[in-house]
């Protein structure tokens, strides 16, 4: 992991994967949806809202994987320092605060014809809720931060501590009741029939490759900035230095 | 009463909502990442 600390093996790499993960992401997943729109059979109980399945479950699970990319980009930021945790982890955010807001809106437009309501406070809908909100808190620290000159650490602390969200979202239908279901698919087993849960998970992967390609672009983004920030305040303090010469002179 | 509900439009509505939404997030991500990087070429040629 060490060996792409360095910003310009880091740029090597990103500067073909990130089109790469981004063209082969929308069509994979832009297949799988169009599997899951036109041809995938309407359920038994649920008729055909189940066709919300295939947007709903990847965005859910990216959700929680966005944040547990910052958690863990936050951990190696603050124990190894590693040069490009911390960014890794800010542009882990924007992606996963979008994944998420797609998770709540469709799974209310799946709420309402599956269960009669838009909304419940639930254990699992109430813990997306807030992941939502720790998300726009941890854009807008980053921010304040980066606007500040404050010291990175804060945001990833904050990165840290919202992790403990991630158990409860995946717990909450397990140990409160709910009117959402308990997951149909854990490690190694599923409930799903073959004709879901293939396009489900072509979908998941294509879905995960866009997220890649995103906060690869943000990264790259986000490390232009730096360094042409950099590259100016150098100029300035350059020029400035040299007028100084020359006033003494 | 019951309510009849067509379930395609919220179906439609879902799909509509989650492809909007990703590919302005993809559109958005790429067009900042190309301005910026834009930028760091003018800050080295200065």
Known sequence: ?249 | MREVLDQWNFVIAAYALGIGGTLAMVAWSWISMRRAEARREEARKK
């Open chain 1, 1 to 249: 992991m060490h060996a792409f600390a360095n910003p310009k093996r880091f740029l090597s790499l990103a500067r073909w994967l990130t089109p790469l993960l981004l063209v082969s992401g929308l069509l994979l997943a832009g297949a799988a949806l169009l599997y899951g729109l036109l041809w995938a059979p309407a359920e038994r109980l649920q008729g055909d809202s189940v066709r919300i399945l295939f947007l709903h479950v990847p965005t859910a699970w990216l959700a929680m994987g966005g944040w547990s990319a910052i958690a863990i980009s936050s951990l190696v930021e603050l124990v190894w320092r590693h040069p490009l945790a911390s960014l890794a982890a800010r542009a882990s955010a924007v992606p996963g605060a979008v994944f998420t807001a797609i998770c709540l809106a469709t799974g209310s437009l799946w709420g309402r014809p599956a269960w009669g309501t838009w909304w419940v406070w639930d254990g699992r809908l109430t813990s997306m809720l807030v992941l939502l909100f720790l998300y726009f808190g941890y854009i807008a620290l980053a921010q304040a931060v980066d606007r500040e000159g404050a010291s990175s650490r804060i945001p990833a602390i904050f990165g840290l501590v919202g992790a403990i969200n991630i158990p409860i979202i995946h717990y909450s239908v397990i140990w409160w009741n709910s009117l959402h279901q308990p997951p149909s698919i854990t490690a190694g087993k599923s409930a799903m029939s073959p004709e879901f849960l293939i396009p489900l998970l072509v979908a998941t992967f294509g879905f995960s490759l866009i997220f890649g390609g995103v906060v690869l672009a943000r990264m790259r983004a986000l490390l232009a900035e730096i360094q042409a920030e950099a590259r100016l305040r150098r100029k300035a303090l350059g020029d400035s230095a040299s007028r100084g010469r020359g006033v003494t002179a």
